[in-house]
């Protein structure tokens, strides 16, 4: 595996696009937990979960759009910009 300039920006737009794709994820699991129906205790218990959910979440999302990120930077950029 060799580090390149257009892989490593390649790389860092994936990332960008892994954070602004899970803030709109969440921003629709928050809608369903305001809208979810039950007591106080299950909404709770709930809400404890959504917190380790949008921690995995967030590293699952941008560890792959950053890798999907190097890959396409490497194929297509770097032979773009001549650092090959």
Known sequence: MELTLGGLL???AGAVFGGANYAMLIGTL???LKS???TEAEREEFTS???VMR???????????AGIGYW????????AIGAE
């Open 55 to 65: 921690r995995a979440i967030l590293g699952f999302d941008v560890l792959l759009c």
């Open 49 to 51: 979960n959504v917190s």
């Open 36 to 38: 979810m129906e039950g």
């Open 72 to 79: 396409l930077g490497t194929m297509f950029l770097s032979p």
């Open 10 to 12: 390649g790389a860092m």
């Open 30 to 32: 928050d809608g369903l």
